[in-house]
């Protein structure tokens, strides 16, 4: 009876310590799986619009004689609209078009939502 104990207890500390050993290796990373809907074209595009949105809003603000801190700029598949709540002069409007247009990446300027004066 004692054997028995004795075996079965090295039988249960050299199944443990394999197991330990098993459970400390690393673990393999999964790929990574886009959703069905979420393509790599369209998260470059998504990028691409945010870099877009980011450069026409800081040329903007450095801008002397445009509102850029007036002017909202959002980006859609490189298409960018421009808009604001306060009144800008047709110039501004002008210029800032101008800016955006210059931007690379940019296929076209939305200006209806920028209010004349």
Do not use: Y
């Amino acid at each position: 009876m004692k054997k028995f104990a004795i075996a079965a207890a090295t039988a249960t500390a050299l199944t443990l310590t394999m197991a330990n050993g098993a459970f400390a290796a690393e673990p393999v990373q999964a790929p990574v799986m886009l959703a069905a809907n979420d393509t790599v074209d369209n998260m470059q595009q998504e990028g691409s619009d945010t870099w877009i949105t980011t450069k026409v809003k800081a040329d903007l603000m450095t801008e002397k004689g445009v509102p850029g801190s007036d002017i909202k700029v959002e980006t859609s598949q490189g298409v960018v609209s421009l808009s604001s709540d306060v009144k800008v002069t047709d110039s501004q409007k002008e210029e800032a078009v101008r800016i955006a247009k210059n931007i690379k990446g940019v296929k076209s300027v939305m200006s209806d939502g920028l209010k004349s004066e």
